[in-house]
């Protein structure tokens, strides 16, 4: 079976806490890189670097298995979004053949704008 994980980051004083998902998924753990508290079902991972609040959110986003070695498939998921279907129903949407699949965005239309 493959080990799915969902992961976010949340890092700095800014932000508004991370929300748990309305639909969770059967074996699938989820991972929040911060320092504040987290609701279940998140677990709370420390930041690997000790660096600026942006560069440790890139860290997290550039480099995910080193905060979840076991996991077969990360999903990255935005800190300011509410996962609101299961991971399955959301890898469904990707084709399998890409080793890293992006979704739209709600706002932005271009990588480029973040």
């Known amino acids: 079976m493959t080990k ?20 969770i998924g059967r074996g699938v753990k989820y991972y929040a890189v911060t ?12 930041p690997l670097i000790d660096d600026t609040p942006l560069l440790q959110s890139r860290h997290v986003k550039m480099l995910p298995f080193e905060y979840v070695p076991d996991a077969d498939v990360i999903m990255y998921i935005d800190a300011s979004l509410r996962v609101c279907c299961t991971p399955a129903e959301l890898l469904k949407r990707c084709d399998g053949n890409a080793p890293v699949w992006m979704d739209k965005h709600h706002r932005r239309r271009c990588v480029y704008e973040h």
């Open 4 to 23: 799915l994980a969902v992961l976010t980051t949340l890092t700095g004083e800014t932000g508004d806490a991370i929300l748990p998902p309305t639909k």
């Open 35 to 46: 320092t504040k508290t987290v609701p279940k079902p998140w677990r709370r991972l420390e």
